[in-house]
């Protein structure tokens, strides 16, 4: 089921833009204090207290004025109450009803369709209206559109006319937006398309104010296409300093952002600065772009009125390699001769436009995708920055609409825009992103795993390196504790391997080393033959040694002896045996001061940490 319409009509400058605005809300049609503002026909979806339905917005009736304007405003009027299922006549309700009122009232009293006559403009209960029962349509419902008095009320009206069924939501499809210059052709593009007097054409530049939707069927592909305003450059907008001029253009660009398609209309004489900005901001909004040269019948090409309208004479030739030169940013787009004022070309340039629009949701496996990346980069390696090789490892597309392609390298910031581009060629090259910007994306590391997993890899790597050192420091310190093995009598020996690295001793430990050797043996009492001996000679088993005078000994070590922190040496077991093949070596402090003496003297190094 359709959803019902509501037509809201009035003579010039009643506020029916901003009743359009208050109903949809939203600011879809320009208002101005200005008669005239509204030319085209506007439709918008509103929800009247869970009740849908679609108003129409029109320009002014003025049946006297017959220049200018005047005439297709009104038959813009006209067409909208034909089909709109309900009218809303809307009149300044400060005021008496003027002959081109009653005018308005003969022409809905013929229409024979319900009638919800609005007084605009009053925001008490003081003002008398009814003075407006002479239109015979029925009572008043007194609002201000602008403020919101009495909206409330109007609306409880019209919901009493809705049907109570829910009608489905439209689909709008495709949405194709023709966007350009003024007096380019767009208007009379849309009307060509849709096969009717859609919206205005005139010669003036500046004709279409607002952007208008129009839902059609192409080939049982639903589209909705938008018909927006000319855009004039930036300094001629403020030159004239008028906020319709304003807003003329931002719903142009309004317009641009809610498409899928942007059709870039351009006048066959030539290229200008201010296509390029409007091609620009089309580009980076991501949308897909073709190129429409419009008024390609004023060139005389014999063989474009022919049918051919791509590319392939030498006027089009030429034209095409002047789109290259000022529009270089959009070399992916395809551009179509055309001509709206005898249908040339029209059909195959919209059918071309349906046709790219699939392509903006393409997606391309990662699998193809690399080895396109591997053989370009193959074939042609990026250079190297400073002596170091930048290398790009992996590619993968992340989004669609427009498609984005991440692609990641070990120095991403040392790929060359140019590089980045022949990239870009090479995957064009490969798979259909015809008419579709492809955005390229260059990040750091391998891509095989995003930034949060490989952060906590290295994490989880961390801590397991730090749990096996302590194992490690743990199984050594115990190994250098037991003396459990040890047989009675037997004494323990800790030795030093002088010759590993970083383990020869300062001059300050081997002092220290001396005297605790001393002091050990003094304080061991003197015993007989079969004796027996005390459980352990090791310094392990008695408190921790004083430091010698001037604190700890060089390179921060504690007051334990290094060979109890470190453990036995790899070249001899805790009992003080050699193994096979072994060398005696030094036992005691003495020995080691003699034997580093005869080596010479000896830097002092800092302890392994």
Same mark, same amino acid.
């Given at each position: 089921?359709?959803?019902?319409?509501?037509?809201?009509?009035?003579?010039?400058?009643?506020?029916?833009?901003?009743?359009?605005?208050?109903?949809?809300?939203?600011?879809?049609?320009?208002?101005?204090?200005?008669?005239?503002? *509204?030319?085209?026909?506007?439709?918008?979806?509103?929800?009247?207290?869970?009740?849908?339905?679609?108003?129409?917005?029109?320009?002014?009736?003025?049946?006297? %004025?017959?220049?200018?304007?005047?005439?297709?405003?009104?038959?813009?009027?006209?067409?909208?109450?034909?089909?709109?299922?309900?009218?809303?006549?809307?009149? +300044?309700?400060?005021?008496?009803p *003027?002959?081109?009122?009653?005018?308005? @009232?003969?022409?809905?009293?013929?229409?024979?369709?319900?009638?919800?006559?609005a007084?605009?403009?009053?925001?008490?209960?003081?003002?008398?209206?009814?003075?407006?029962?002479?239109?015979?349509l029925?009572?008043?419902?007194?609002?201000?559109?602008?403020?919101?008095?009495?909206?409330?009320?109007?609306?409880?009206?019209l919901?009493?006319? #809705?049907?109570?069924?829910?009608?489905?939501?439209?689909?709008?499809?495709?949405?194709?937006?023709?966007?350009?210059?003024?007096?380019?052709?767009?208007?009379?593009?849309?009307?060509?398309?849709?096969?009717? %007097?859609?919206?205005?054409?005139?010669?003036?530049?500046?004709?279409?104010?607002?952007?208008?939707?129009?839902? #059609?069927?192409?080939?049982?592909?639903?589209?909705?296409?938008? +018909? *927006?305003?000319?855009?004039?450059?930036?300094?001629?907008?403020?030159?004239?300093?008028?906020?319709?001029?304003?807003?003329?253009?931002?719903?142009?660009?309004?317009?641009?952002?809610?498409?899928?398609? &942007?059709?870039?209309?351009?006048?066959?004489?030539?290229?200008? +600065?201010?296509?390029?900005?409007?091609?620009?901001?089309?580009?980076?909004?991501?949308?897909?772009?073709?190129i429409?040269v419009?008024?390609?019948?004023?060139?005389g090409?014999?063989?474009?009125?022919?049918?051919?309208?791509?590319?392939?004479?030498?006027?089009? $030739?030429?034209?095409?390699g002047?789109?290259?030169?000022?529009?270089?940013?959009?070399?992916?787009?395809?551009?179509?001769?055309?001509?709206?004022?005898n249908?040339?070309?029209?059909?195959?340039?919209?059918?071309?436009?349906?046709?790219?629009?699939? *392509?903006?949701?393409?997606?391309?496996?990662?699998?193809?995708?690399?080895?396109?990346?591997?053989r370009?980069?193959? %074939?042609?390696?990026?250079?190297?920055?400073?002596?170091?090789?930048?290398?790009?490892?992996?590619?993968?597309?992340?989004?669609?609409?427009?498609?984005?392609?991440?692609?990641?390298?070990?120095?991403?910031?040392? #790929?060359?825009?140019?590089?980045?581009?022949?990239l870009?060629?090479?995957?064009?090259?490969?798979?259909?992103?015809?008419?579709?910007? #492809?955005?390229?994306e260059?990040?750091?590391?391998?891509?095989?795993?995003?930034?949060? %997993?490989?952060?906590?890899?290295?994490?989880?790597?961390?801590?397991?390196?730090?749990?096996?050192?302590?194992?490690?420091?743990?199984?050594?310190?115990?190994?250098?504790?037991?003396?459990?093995?040890?047989?009675?009598?037997?004494?323990?020996?800790? $030795?030093?391997?002088?010759?590993?690295?970083?383990?020869?001793?300062?001059? +300050?430990?081997?002092?220290?080393?001396?005297?605790?050797?001393?002091?050990?043996?003094?304080?061991?009492?003197?015993?007989?033959?079969?004796?027996?001996?005390?459980?352990?000679?090791?310094?392990?088993?008695?408190? &921790?040694?004083?430091?010698?005078?001037?604190?700890?000994?060089?390179?921060?070590?504690?007051?334990?002896?290094?060979?109890?922190?470190?453990?036995?040496?790899?070249?001899?077991?805790?009992?003080?045996?050699?193994?096979?093949?072994?060398?005696?070596? &030094?036992?005691?402090?003495?020995?080691?001061?003699?034997? @580093?003496?005869?080596?010479?003297?000896?830097?002092?190094?800092?302890?392994?940490?």
């Amino acid at each position: 089921m359709a959803r019902p319409l509501i037509a809201i009509v009035g003579r010039p400058n009643v506020g029916k833009s901003t009743l359009f605005n208050r109903l949809a809300r939203g600011r879809i049609a320009l208002t101005e204090d200005l008669p005239g503002t *509204t030319r085209d026909r506007l439709y918008a979806n509103c929800d009247i207290w869970g009740r849908f339905a679609t108003i129409i917005d029109t320009g002014g009736f003025d049946m006297a %004025e017959k220049e200018g304007y005047a005439p297709q405003i009104v038959q813009q009027a006209q067409l909208a109450i034909d089909e709109a299922d309900i009218i809303l006549f809307v009149l +300044d309700g400060r005021e008496e009803p *003027t002959s081109l009122d009653f005018e308005v @009232a003969d022409i809905l009293r013929r229409t024979r369709k319900p009638v919800v006559v609005a007084a605009n403009k009053i925001d008490t209960q003081r003002f008398e209206i009814t003075h407006l029962n002479q239109l015979r349509l029925g009572d008043p419902v007194r609002f201000s559109a602008l403020s919101g008095y009495g909206v409330g009320e109007l609306t409880e009206v019209l919901w009493e006319l #809705l049907p109570a069924e829910d009608p489905e939501p439209k689909d709008e499809g495709i949405k194709v937006a023709f966007i350009g210059r003024p007096n380019v052709g767009k208007s009379s593009l849309t009307n060509r398309v849709l096969g009717y %007097e859609r919206s205005m054409v005139s010669a003036v530049p500046g004709t279409t104010r607002d952007a208008i939707d129009t839902q #059609l069927e192409w080939n049982g592909e639903k589209v909705t296409l938008i +018909d *927006t305003a000319g855009m004039r450059r930036r300094s001629r907008v403020k030159q004239d300093k008028t906020a319709v001029e304003y807003h003329m253009v931002l719903r142009a660009l309004r317009a641009v952002d809610r498409a899928d398609v &942007a059709v870039l209309v351009l006048d066959a004489g030539g290229v200008t +600065d201010q296509d390029t900005k409007i091609a620009g901001y089309a580009h980076e909004a991501g949308k897909a772009i073709l190129i429409c040269v419009n008024k390609w019948d004023i060139i005389g090409d014999e063989d474009g009125r022919r049918g051919k309208t791509t590319g392939h004479t030498m006027a089009q $030739e030429d034209y095409s390699g002047m789109l290259s030169k000022y529009l270089p940013f959009i070399s992916y787009a395809p551009h179509h001769y055309t001509s709206a004022l005898n249908g040339m070309g029209v059909e195959e340039m919209f059918e071309d436009a349906l046709s790219i629009a699939g *392509t903006l949701k393409q997606r391309i496996g990662t699998g193809p995708l690399n080895d396109v990346i591997r053989r370009a980069v193959g %074939e042609h390696p990026p250079a190297s920055v400073k002596g170091r090789q930048v290398k790009v490892r992996y590619a993968t597309q992340a989004e669609v609409s427009p498609p984005v392609i991440i692609i990641f390298s070990n120095r991403p910031e040392d #790929l060359h825009f140019s590089y980045v581009r022949f990239l870009e060629n090479q995957i064009r090259a490969k798979f259909p992103f015809r008419g579709v910007p #492809l955005k390229l994306e260059l990040k750091r590391g391998s891509g095989l795993q995003s930034k949060e %997993e490989r952060l906590s890899a290295k994490k989880a790597a961390g801590l397991e390196a730090t749990r096996r050192s302590d194992e490690e420091r743990a199984a050594r310190r115990k190994s250098g504790l037991d003396v459990s093995g040890a047989e009675e009598g037997d004494e323990m020996v800790f $030795e030093y391997d002088m010759e590993d690295e970083g383990d020869e001793l300062s001059q +300050d430990e081997l002092d220290f080393l001396e005297d605790e050797e001393d002091e050990l043996q003094e304080s061991q009492p003197a015993r007989e033959e079969g004796q027996a001996a005390p459980a352990s000679t090791s310094t392990l088993d008695r408190p &921790a040694p004083k430091a010698p005078a001037g604190g700890k000994p060089k390179g921060g070590r504690s007051t334990v002896a290094p060979a109890a922190r470190r453990g036995p040496s790899r070249n001899a077991s805790t009992t003080g045996k050699l193994r096979k093949g072994q060398k005696p070596r &030094a036992n005691s402090g003495k020995q080691l001061k003699a034997q @580093a003496k005869s080596k010479g003297p000896s830097k002092s190094k800092r302890p392994k940490q």
